[in-house]
């Protein structure tokens, strides 16, 4: 069994680090960060939706934010539909 906030808690606060510390990079080294994400997406042109201008401090929050606050529901969620299954 699973402690769903707990478990969200958990999974939130990994994703929003890993949010700030991929804006860190894009930041210090976009055409590296591009080039990871490029890799990632095979027989897609991502350049045709490369920014030409860095992501502000303030754009980031934001982000981080809402990816937290979509994480932290989708395993809360998670969780108790897990407990619910074991139970069977």
Do not use: E
């Not at 055409?31 to 027989?43: G, T």
Request: aromatic share 16%.
């Amino acid at each position: 069994m699973h402690n769903p906030v707990r478990l969200a808690n958990a999974a939130t606060i990994v994703v929003v680090v890993a949010s700030f510390i991929c804006w860190a990079f894009v930041t210090v080294a976009p055409d590296f960060s591009f080039s990871i994400a490029n890799s990632w997406f095979h027989m897609i042109n991502l350049d045709v939706v490369r920014t030409s201008q860095p992501v502000d401090f303030g754009t980031a929050i934001v982000g981080a934010f809402s990816l937290g606050v979509v994480t932290w529901i989708a395993f809360y969620a998670f969780a108790k539909i897990y407990n619910n299954l074991a139970k069977k």
